[in-house]
C-alpha cells in the first residue's frame, strides 16, 4: 500500500514517474503518520539502514542502493560536566546522514528506471547524492550555489556528477533547477521529497538500539530544512507505539545559524524583520535554508516534544568546532553548532 500522498489534496504518490510535487495541486508529498513500522518486518541479516527497508515505500521486488550507510557509532564524552553521546554520522559513505536519505532516494530512482536526475545543494546533500548516482549508475547533474565551498564541489565531481554552478543566492540556485525540471528532468530534491524522511528515521532506531533499548532524555541537532529533525520525532514516535513505551519523546533541540534562523524566528515569534529567514552568510552553510518547505511539520515535532530551537551567533560557531576537535570529533561547522 502506498505510504505516501500529498499533505495538501491527499492523492497517492503515483505508481509511475518521479514527480517532485503532487500532480494534482502542487503540494507537498509526506509519508502517512506514524510511519508503517512493523518489527517482524526488520531484516536483520541486512546491513544498516536496510534492515528497516519495508519503511521506505520501496516496492518489495526492487533492489537496494546501497554504500553501507548508517550503523554509526554513538560515542560518550563528557562536555561541560555533562555525559554527551555523539552519533557519529560523519561515518557514512560520503560523510554526512545525507546518505540515509540519498541511498533511498537512489533505490526510487532505480526502481522508476530513471537513468539521470538533477538536485540543487549547498553541499552535503549533493555530495551525497552524486555518490548515490555513482553507486546505481544514474547520470547526476548537481546545481550549486556560487557561494558553495571549494572542498564540497571537488568531491561531487569526483564522483563522476556534472556540477552546474549557478550565480547568486541559494535561492536562485533552486528556481535554476526547477526550470530543468519543469523540462522533464526528475529532480530528485533532498528537500521536496519525503523519500529520505524515513531513512532519517533509522538513526533514532539506532540510537534506541545502542542505549540498550532506552531512548534518549534530549537530543540536540542541526536544524536547516529541518529533515534530520522531523526524521528522529517520527523514528522516535515510532518506537514508541510499536514497543509501546509511556515516556515522552525525547526532547529535541534543533539549533540553527543566527544569521539565517527561520524556524528560530518563527518558534520565538521574532520579527522576521531582524533579517532572519533571509539568506545570509553564515559558516554553517548546511543550515543556511532561508524558507524551510516543511516548517510547520518541524516546528510541531518540536513543541510537542517539549523541546525548543536555538540559533547560534557567527562567532560562537568556530569555537564550538574547536571544542569538539579537542574531544576528538572533527566536525564541520554545521555539525558545530550544536
Ligand atoms: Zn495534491
Not at 536496510?50 to 526492487?62: A, E, I, K, Q
Not at 565551498?149 to 549557478?166: D, F, M, W
Not at 521574532?270 to 532572519?276: R, T
Amino acid at each position: 500500500m502506498m505510504q505516501i500522498s500529498c499533505t495538501s489534496c491527499g492523492t497517492p504518490y503515483p505508481p509511475e514517474n518521479l514527480p517532485y510535487l503532487c500532480d494534482a495541486c502542487g503540494g507537498l508529498y509526506d509519508f502517512r503518520i506514524p510511519l508503517s513500522f512493523d518489527p517482524l518486518q526488520v531484516d536483520l541479516s541486512q546491513p544498516g539502514i536496510w534492515r528497516f527497508r519495508h519503511t521506505f515505500g520501496l516496492s518489495p521486488d526492487s533492489r537496494s542502493v546501497s554504500l553501507g550507510e548508517g550503523n554509526t557509532p554513538l560515542v560518550e564524552a563528557e562536555v561541560l560536566g555533562r555525559q554527551v553521546a555523539f552519533k557519529c554520522e560523519f561515518l557514512n559513505p560520503s560523510g554526512s546522514f545525507k546518505d540515509r536519505g540519498s541511498a533511498i532516494m537512489a533505490s526510487w530512482l532505480q526502481s522508476r528506471s530513471v537513468s539521470e536526475a538533477v538536485e540543487d545543494s549547498s553541499g552535503n546533500a549533493g555530495a551525497s547524492f552524486a555518490a548515490y548516482a555513482a553507486r546505481a549508475g544514474i547520470k547526476a547533474r548537481v546545481f550549486v550555489p556560487e557561494s558553495a565551498s571549494g572542498p564540497k564541489r571537488r568531491q561531487i565531481e569526483a564522483y563522476g556528477a556534472e556540477l552546474v554552478t549557478v550565480p547568486g543566492s541559494r535561492k536562485d540556485t533552486a528556481e535554476a533547477v526547477r526550470v530543468v525540471a519543469g523540462d522533464g528532468i526528475v529532480y530528485a530534491s533532498h528537500a521536496y521529497l519525503p523519500f529520505n524522511l524515513p531513512g532519517y528515521a533509522t538513526a533514532a532506531y539506532e540510537i534506541y538500539e545502542q542505549l540498550g533499548n532506552k531512548l534518549p532524555g534530549t537530543i540536540v541537532l542541526p536544524a536547516g530544512q529541518g529533515g534530520l529533525l522531523l526524521g528522529l520525532a517520527r523514528g522516535f514516535d515510532t518506537l514508541r507505539i510499536v514497543n509501546k513505551i509511556e515516556d515522552n519523546n525525547p526532547r529535541i533541540i534543533g539549533v540553527q545559524a543566527n544569521k539565517c534562523a527561520p524556524l528560530w524566528a518563527t518558534y520565538t515569534g521574532v520579527s522576521p524583520k531582524a533579517g532572519l529567514g533571509e539568506e545570509n552568510h553564515t559558516l554553517a552553510e548546511g543550515v543556511n535554508v532561508c524558507k524551510p518547505l516543511r516548517r510547520d511539520s518541524v516546528i510541531r515535532a518540536v513543541v510537542e516534544s517539549q523541546g525548543t530551537i536555538c540559533a547560534v551567533k557567527e562567532n560562537e560557531i568556530m569555537a564550538g568546532r574547536d571544542a569538539l576537535a579537542r574531544l576528538g570529533f572533527y566536525v564541520e561547522p554545521t555539525s558545530a553548532i550544536v
